[in-house]
């Protein structure tokens, strides 16, 4: 047994009082959902987002610059909705029971992969030769492309594959409820499950080797694209610190995104009793750390490059943070790190239910920035040569850009809710685990939740 002390005085989500009346709620609310006017609006955003990426297809392959921006649209996806289902993983690795209303949430994210994946084949297209410029893969044969591919692949298949074996169960549970007209693809996605000892062992190894192999693909793609999109390209950059600043800045993102999920969630999808503060001071305090984090590992390849001075140092600094992209540096710096840790430090906004989805915002402006100023800039420099002969001015977006900027919220909001209309967007069987392993008893003043852990 554990307890949790807490100095709020509502300490866990008010959840129906029996497991029955929790599938009876979320069920309805599943075959009932909200948002179809969200759901319409973000589709004709994904028509857009299909347009420019026609548009931008269609223009052809021969000159890299003008992929600059499209490729800020791919490894922003990377970086926000895939990365999103990691709080996902990390809980359930740790056993954190906050973790309960919030895990499908995260889980269904990794649809947005499908698209993502898509995206990343035409960019493929893009990298040059192998001959004349540093690459991480010297004479392999089909690198990079191959390992972008496969990695891409690999995330893509580990987190669908997580997501199904997580909502097998609840597909089931929404077969036995279904009326006639779902039942028949509930029923195939359900399969044979009938909750036997051996298919809940499988489901519960099944998530823990999933999100592992999530995880570890995540980590592995953001090594890639930041050497194959950004390093490589542009002469005299010698940073084995950027890989891990650009995965870190990642997961402060994707954990911004779920923050501002799980508000929809409660505010506009008619979820708010599942999501009480825990939901949003946990995350909070996470993300204080990981905006803290952002800066370290900014810091610590910056100083290097500012102290070296070298010719190729300069160059770089000149590309990336001072030169044509200075003012997205500026604001991604400001949104990722300043601003963040300026709020999240107070009290009263770390340790309330909007404050965290404010800031997660605002993270997700700074993070398309951060972006920009790394690939745009990357994308618009000659590779070959030890160093750079001199910076281009900066690219303005092109109409197929703005279009593709117009398709990221479409992609990543039509791309779940299509989800949601297919999987049940709460985990059913963890909030009924969550109702009858836990109690809520007062100890002196406050509220403690008391946790049986059968693990």
């Keep these: 047994m554990q307890e949790h ?90 056993k954190g029971y906050w973790r309960k209303p919030f895990v499908r949430a995260a889980e269904l994210f990794t649809v947005v992969g499908v ?79 009938v909750g036997t000892p051996y298919q809940w062992r499988v489901v519960t190894q099944g998530i823990t080797y999933f999100g592992c192999f999530y995880l570890m693909m995540l980590v592995g793609m953001h090594f890639l694209v930041s050497v194959e999109f950004a390093i490589s390209f542009v002469p005299g950059w010698r940073d084995p610190i950027f890989p891990a600043f650009h995965a870190i800045s990642s997961i402060q993102a994707g954990l911004a995104m779920l ?59 000149e590309t990336t943070m001072f030169g044509p992209y200075k003012t997205a540096f500026i604001i991604g710096f400001l949104l990722n790190f300043a601003l963040p840790v300026f709020l999240l430090i107070w009290n009263p906004v770390r340790t309330s239910i909007k404050g965290p989805i404010i800031v997660g915002s605002i993270i997700l402006v700074g993070n398309f920035f951060d972006r920009i100023r790394i690939y745009a800039a990357s994308f618009s420099v000659d590779p070959i040569g030890l160093e750079l002969e001199h910076v281009p001015a900066a690219r303005l977006p092109e109409l197929a850009d703005y279009l593709l900027f117009a398709g990221v919220f479409g992609f990543i909001v ?42």
Excluded at 57 to 68: D, I, K, L, Q
Excluded at 156 to 172: E, K, N, Q, R, W
Excluded at 419 to 430: C, D, F, K, N, S
């Design 259 to 317: 923050l501002v999920a799980m508000g929809m969630y409660r505010y506009f999808g008619g979820y708010r009793q599942y999501f009480a503060l825990d939901q949003f001071w946990n995350p909070g305090k996470l993300l204080l750390a990981f905006s803290l984090l952002w800066f370290y590992f900014w810091w610590s390849a910056f100083i290097i490059f500012w102290y070296g001075r070298t010719p190729a140092e300069l160059g770089v600094l």
């Design 115 to 193: 698209v993502n994946f898509v995206l990343l084949l035409p960019l493929l297209m893009v990298v040059p030769p192998l001959e004349g410029r540093r690459t991480f893969w010297v004479e392999w044969e089909g690198a990079p492309q191959a390992m972008l591919f496969l990695g891409m692949f690999g995330l893509v298949v580990c987190g669908l594959g997580f997501l199904y074996t997580s909502a097998m169960p609840d597909i089931a549970a929404a077969r036995d409820h279904a009326p006639s007209g779902r039942r028949g693809l509930l029923a195939s996605l359900a399969r044979q499950w």
């Design 414 to 455: 039509f791309t779940y809710m299509l989800a949601m209309r297919v999987i049940p967007p709460m985990a059913l069987w963890e909030l009924k685990e969550y109702q009858i392993l836990t109690k809520v008893r007062t100890l002196g003043r406050n509220q403690v939740i008391v946790i049986g852990k059968p693990e």
């Design 5 to 94: 002390h807490h100095a709020h005085t509502d300490p866990r989500p008010h959840l129906p009082e029996t497991p029955q009346e929790i599938t009876r709620d979320l069920l309805g609310k599943f075959f009932n959902p909200r948002g179809r006017a969200l759901f319409v609006f973000a589709g004709l955003l994904f028509l857009l987002g299909i347009v420019g990426f026609v548009m931008r297809v269609s223009g052809g392959f021969a000159h890299r610059a003008e992929w600059g921006y499209y490729a800020v649209v791919v490894v922003y996806l990377l970086s926000t909705a895939q990365a999103a289902p990691l709080l996902a993983v990390a809980t359930r690795l740790t």
